[in-house]
């Protein structure tokens, strides 16, 4: 049995009390959400922090505010669960949708929130080990080692972005609102992702993700697509998320992301440019398609074969472009 390492828990009734205990704690203290993610790395000592910070009773966090027309503001502490079963979000952003029902399974979709499915840890064969099968390997870059197994000449961690949301929040061109002791910013979702496995956050440890603010619908139209082995719940080894502003039948912009290929979503920039300005017919979409293989480079570090996957990048973008023909 893996038991959880001993640590401090403690339930700040307020952001700014989170953000002064944050502050002052430092590095060895972590932000808790639902902990369906923290609980297990803890387990396998990826992750000992001395003090947790329970987030889920600070109210300002919870909730889904705005409208489609407005724009909606959702919580950072809002369980997956809810965010699924958000009638007017469904209908505005289906792609959202589809990311948020894929991840993970009902019961921990009930614990589970945006904020920590956003900050999720990075992923690989040779980090989501338990300690003792880490250690007979002499333990990876990401954690207590030095080699990065997958490829060991490499001098950064290739750990994989393994968020159902990130890539859609990315192609939504949402804005994460942060805050710390030191102050409150709000930045583009693309700029919180960096491709770094170890460092996969150019958020400080302390800052807090407290909201996330999605544009008024106005035309956008979204599409979500997910590779993995069970259908009934496994992580994404790859996520096409797609958005696109219609004007009458023609795209007026793009934006296309895929997850799970790299540390970081990364952006298919040809693959939108390529669709702008044009009606969305068959040649657009084998276009577009065509350009996004070429952006996903996925590594031998989960599940399926690298070539597969590599492949699936194309053909799932030309499905999820599909959809949006009669959405
Ligand atoms: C069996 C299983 C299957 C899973 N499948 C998927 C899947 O298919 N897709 C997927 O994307 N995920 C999957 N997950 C991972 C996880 O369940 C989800 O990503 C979930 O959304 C994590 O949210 P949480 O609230 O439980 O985060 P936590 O575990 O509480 O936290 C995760 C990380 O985020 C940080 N954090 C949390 N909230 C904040 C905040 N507001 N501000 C700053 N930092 C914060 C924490 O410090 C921690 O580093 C799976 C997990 C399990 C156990």
Not at 39 to 54: G, S
Not at 83 to 100: D, F, I, N, S
Not at 149 to 156: C, H, K, Q, Y
Not at 219 to 234: I, S, V
Request: with cysteine.
């Amino acid at each position: 049995m893996m038991r959880l390492p001993r640590f401090n828990y403690v339930e700040p009734r307020s952001l700014r009390e989170a953000a002064r205990i944050l502050a002052g704690e430092g590095p060895s203290a972590m932000p808790l959400a639902g902990g369906t993610d923290l609980f297990p790395n803890m387990k396998r000592r990826h992750q000992v922090p001395k003090t947790l910070v329970a987030l889920g009773g600070l109210p300002r966090l919870a909730g889904v505010r705005g409208s489609a027309g407005r724009g909606f503001s959702l919580g950072a502490g809002t369980t997956l669960t809810a965010l699924q079963e958000h009638a007017g979000l469904r209908k505005a952003w289906p792609g959202l949708h589809e990311a948020v029902k894929s991840i993970s399974t009902p019961i921990l979709r009930n614990m589970g929130t945006l904020g920590g499915n956003i900050c999720l840890d990075t992923r690989c064969n040779y980090y989501n080990q338990n300690y003792e099968w880490r250690r007979a390997i002499h333990f990876c870059m990401k954690c207590d080692g030095d080699t990065c197994w997958v490829a060991p000449g490499s001098d950064t961690c290739l750990a994989v972005s393994s968020s159902d949301s990130a890539p859609m929040l990315c192609a939504l061109d949402a804005r994460l609102h942060l805050v710390s002791q030191a102050g409150e910013r709000t930045i583009p979702a693309r700029e919180l992702f960096a491709r770094d496995g170890i460092k996969y956050l150019t958020k400080a440890p302390d800052e807090i993700l407290t909201r996330v603010d999605l544009p008024p619908v106005d035309g956008w139209r979204t599409a979500y697509r997910k590779l993995r082995r069970r259908e009934a719940f496994d992580f994404p080894v790859l996520g096409v998320a797609i958005a696109l502003r219609f004007e009458k039948d023609v795209v007026a912009e793009a934006r296309v992301w895929l997850g799970a290929v790299a540390e970081a979503p990364i952006e298919a920039m040809e693959a939108a440019r390529n669709l702008a300005g044009r009606p969305l017919t068959d040649d657009a979409i084998e276009e577009a398609s065509r350009l996004a293989f070429p952006v996903a480079k996925p590594v031998d570090n989960t599940d399926f074969g690298v070539r597969w996957r590599k492949e699936m990048s194309r053909i799932m973008t030309r499905d999820a472009l599909r959809s949006l023909r009669s959405a």
